[in-house]
């Protein structure tokens, strides 16, 4: 079973309120992602991290930012959210290097925006 | 640049039925290639994977082979459930340092009893 967990699961928030959704894994490891998943189903890369203090735009440009103080913790945050932002967005993680291993994701936030 | 390209759905089958969902990629080099499962409000998970040509992966009845000639990675199983229904997602990693897997655009399929 994976390590990585994100917060909260689901989330109903007014336009205009900042929010930060939490990802967290104890498998230490360097790289960490943020996807967003559109309603069909596709998956888009929009943040990445090498390791701490590493942090890269991913191929879907996104108003939200992130950062990486730990290893083990990559939150993503919007500053003023707005209903285009309403999506399900997926963390995940992988280990440094080898170009077969395994990523790993957590269960998801669910996000609405109203 | 990389790419994945899977049948597009939704697939939709009657329990014990054969399942094939084709994957063919485009990527530099010589990529692993991976089949991914989302079951319904869960996050992606690992269901198998190839690591060169020829290799097969295999899990819970899933099997894929790594064909370089067709450049595919098609899935197949042979008797699917109920349980099966899920989203799937063919994916390759081209290595390197600046590693991030390549996703296709996810096929959902549905069993029915």
């Given at each position: 079973?994976a390590d990585i ?18 990802c967290?894994q104890t498998m230490g490891h360097d790289k960490m992602y ?11 890369l929009?943040h990445y991290s090498y390791g701490v203090n590493s942090t890269e ?11 990486r103080?730990r290893t083990e913790h990559f ?16 963390c995940a993680s992988s280990k440094q290097g080898a170009k077969n291993t395994e990523a790993f ?10 | ?31 692993s ?18 690591t ?41 990693d081209s290595g390197g340092s600046n590693y991030k897997l ?12």
């Amino acid at each position: 079973e994976a390590d990585i967990y994100q917060t909260p699961r689901y989330l109903v928030i007014g336009t205009g309120k900042k929010i930060t959704l939490e990802c967290s894994q104890t498998m230490g490891h360097d790289k960490m992602y943020w996807y967003q998943q559109d309603p069909g189903m596709e998956l888009h890369l929009i943040h990445y991290s090498y390791g701490v203090n590493s942090t890269e735009k991913g191929d879907l440009s996104s108003e939200s930012t992130v950062s990486r103080i730990r290893t083990e913790h990559f939150p993503l945050t919007l500053e003023s959210a707005r209903p285009s932002h309403t999506s399900q967005y997926l963390c995940a993680s992988s280990k440094q290097g080898a170009k077969n291993t395994e990523a790993f994701f957590g269960q998801g936030t669910r996000l609405t925006v109203v | 640049g990389d790419s994945v390209t899977q049948m597009e759905g939704p697939v939709t089958l009657s329990e014990e039925a054969f399942l094939t969902i084709n994957c063919t990629y485009t990527a530099t080099g010589y990529p692993s290639l991976f089949w991914y499962v989302q079951y319904p409000g869960e996050g992606l998970q690992l269901l198998l994977k190839a690591t060169k040509a020829d290799d097969k992966g295999s899990n819970k009845g899933f099997e894929a082979t790594y064909r370089k000639e067709t450049t595919s990675f098609h899935l197949e199983k042979g008797s699917v459930q109920v349980s099966d229904s899920a989203v799937y997602f063919c994916a390759l990693d081209s290595g390197g340092s600046n590693y991030k897997l390549t996703f296709g655009k996810g096929t959902l399929l549905t069993v029915n009893p």
